[in-house]
């Protein structure tokens, strides 16, 4: 109470999904890019998130097809 921290917190049983992915379990090569892209001008980092999106979407529809 003192700490305003469960029991459960403290020993990690929250009942999390196991599938969660922390920060600490993101490759250190994503990391290093998302910083350069960090450095660029807002409209670049735009762009390079439209095309990662984009990306993602034709991947989900892939998926989708296999499945059906």
Do not use: C, H, W
Not at 2 to 27: F, H, N, Q, R, W
Not at 39 to 48: G, H, K, S, T
Request: charged share 35%; proline share 3%.
């Amino acid at each position: 109470e003192t700490l305003s921290v469960s029991i459960d917190e403290l020993m990690g049983t929250t009942g999390t999904p196991a599938k969660k992915k922390k920060s600490e379990d993101v490759s250190y090569k994503i990391l290093k890019k998302v910083r350069v892209i960090e450095e660029l001008p807002v409209r670049d980092q735009n762009a390079i998130f439209l095309f990662i999106n984009a990306l993602v979407e034709k991947n989900k529809t892939r998926k989708e097809k296999k499945t059906n």
